[in-house]
């Protein structure tokens, strides 16, 4: 049996990945008495007085919501909520995995930007955070700036988020292994979506260097037709030189390469073009680039969104650490400055003298960085001054 096989007779069998279970078993008169009525209205009348005590009294504090509308599901595209419903179901439970977090999926059978946004805002009150999945391009910035402004729980798409965290913490140190500079660098970043875009805001903050971001029509630059808001905006602060042109035209003598963008764009002879580059074909299943084919053409590292080469770029070394440590804290959102440190935790996982080309980011299954990662935000939460605990 093939590998997509093999997952979907596993589907079958368990019928759902996830599943709700009592923290309390009910065997006696007392325990339904105090579980639930008449002793449990003592709670909610503490918790109509201050609101705040449901976070102690319910599973609240501990219980994420993960939201797609499914327009935007892996590299499937609008395939619909329903459809989306098996990866939201992942998610749910790499998040108890690997952070101790309950998650619960939701799937929002609307595209309407003002649909998602006051259904998500309805039923915030049921959870401590907001994980956005899997929600299109440009819709996904409107959909979470304005939960910001309306929620006083962390929202965080994890498509833009998790993702510029990860690609920040292997680019951190697969710097040290080559000896190249922060702030000396050119990164070309193929792909201007939601992952594109948010991996450079967060390396623009970290202070990188030079980042070239590239969609379908080429480099973006102030002028280039076909270009979304969003992207005339990154285009106005990235790209200092005003580079226009083709992919491999801005690859040459760069010193990164960072793709989210689809199969097979890259070739050998683009890598060769770059200086001593470091490469980061994160489309999935198929990248950009196969890591032998990078490597033959002088990558010093390679890294890709998969599990059988080494260096897995995996966002699951991110969102359960960052919504653990915000939850534990009571923190009120997730800002740059917790992802800045997200991606210094997982990062220094990896002690500098293990650190090699093959060996840049700590694995996927490597249980202990979610909690590394949560210690930093909620340190910085309370830095901060938005952490409510």
């Known amino acids: 049996m093939t590998l997509n096989e093999r997952s979907l007779a596993l589907h079958r069998e368990l019928e759902g990945k996830i599943e709700v279970i009592s923290r309390k ?22 918790i109509e007085k201050e609101e ?19 327009t935007a599901v892996l590299g499937l595209g609008d395939i619909g909520p329903a459809a989306g419903m098996p990866v939201m179901e992942g998610k ?7 952070g101790g977090v309950d998650a619960f999926p939701l799937c929002i059978d609307s595209k309407d930007v003002d649909t998602l946004v006051e259904t998500i805002r309805l039923i915030s009150k049921s959870f401590g955070g907001i994980n956005l999945e899997d929600i299109s391009a440009p819709r996904c910035f409107e959909v979470e700036r304005r939960l910001k402004e309306v929620c006083d729980i962390p929202v965080f798409h994890d498509d833009q988020h998790g993702t510029a965290i990860v690609v920040a913490a292997a680019l951190l140190n ?15 970043i193929n792909g201007a979506g939601s992952a594109g875009i948010s991996i450079a805001r967060l390396l623009l903050r970290m202070e990188f260097g030079n980042i070239v971001l590239c969609d379908v029509f080429g480099a973006l ?24 042109g083709t992919l491999a035209d801005v690859m040459a003598g760069a010193d990164v390469f960072i793709g989210v963008s689809r199969p ?21 299943p198929v990248p950009e680039i196969m890591p032998e084919e990078a490597l033959a053409g002088g990558a010093a590292v390679v890294g890709t969104g998969r599990s059988d080469f ?11 650490g960052v919504f653990k440590g915000a939850l534990a804290v009571r923190a009120r959102a997730i800002t740059e400055e917790m992802k800045v440190t997200a991606a210094e935790a997982i990062a220094a996982v990896i002690p500098e003298e293990e650190l090699s080309p093959e060996y840049i980011i700590p694995s996927a299954l490597d249980k202990r960085v979610a909690q590394v990662v949560a210690n930093a935000v909620a340190e910085t939460a309370r830095k901060q001054g938005i952490a409510r605990k």
């Open 310 to 320: 080494p260096n897995q770029i995996n966002n699951v070394l991110v969102f359960p």
């Open 52 to 70: 705040e005590e449901s976070f102690s009294l319910t599973r609240r504090g501990n219980l994420v919501a993960v939201i797609t509308d499914g």
């Open 264 to 284: 097979n764009l890259v070739t050998r002879e683009m890598v060769a073009s770059m200086n001593h580059g470091i490469v980061f074909p994160m489309a999935n």
């Open 92 to 98: 749910c439970a790499l998040f108890k995995e690997f």
């Open 25 to 46: 078993s009910i065997e006696t008169r007392d325990d339904l008495s105090l579980l639930y009525t008449p002793g449990v209205a003592e709670a909610c009348r503490v």
């Open 221 to 244: 630059c102030p002028g280039v037709e076909g270009m979304n808001p969003v992207q005339a905006e990154m285009a106005e602060i990235t790209n200092v030189n005003r580079e226009t």
């Open 174 to 188: 697969a710097l040290k292994v080559t000896g190249k500079k922060k702030g000396q660098i050119k990164i070309v």
